[in-house]
């Protein structure tokens, strides 16, 4: 059982930065697939950024270059750097888990936090 606890959402003006991060529990943290996916009102949950076992990532085509996913196994931490904010980022932000990337790609992992807000004011 993975439990996952998401901070540092807030309000921004557009151009500005936010760095999330989500605490993980456990002592496999090193073995998960992690994730970040996003969801605005009205509209469907999407994948942020995601980050192998390894240091493979992979971004939505409307945060390439602004968003950065980064891990720290030492810490049982995973960060989103959001730089460049624009309003349509606005969304609660969850951080996710599961041992397999391809399950976490398809939005469907195991594990789930209980989402953070980010709201970007024009």
């Known amino acids: 059982q993975v439990q996952l606890v998401e901070s540092g959402g807030g309000s921004v003006q557009a151009g500005g930065s936010l760095r999330l991060s989500c605490a993980a529990s456990?002592?496999?943290?090193?073995?998960?697939?992690m994730g970040w996916f996003r969801q605005a009102p009205g509209k469907q949950r999407e994948l942020v950024a995601a980050?192998?076992?390894?240091?493979?990532?992979n971004y939505a085509d409307s945060v390439k270059g602004r968003f950065t996913i980064s891990r720290d196994n030492a810490k049982n931490t995973v960060y989103l750097q959001m730089n460049s904010l624009k309003p349509d980022d606005t969304a609660v932000y969850y951080c996710a888990a599961d041992t397999s990337i391809g399950r976490l790609r398809g939005g469907t992992p195991d594990y789930w936090g209980q989402g953070t807000q980010v709201t970007v004011s024009s």
């Open positions: 980050i192998s076992s390894g240091v493979s990532t």
């Open positions: 456990g002592r496999t943290f090193s073995r998960y697939a």
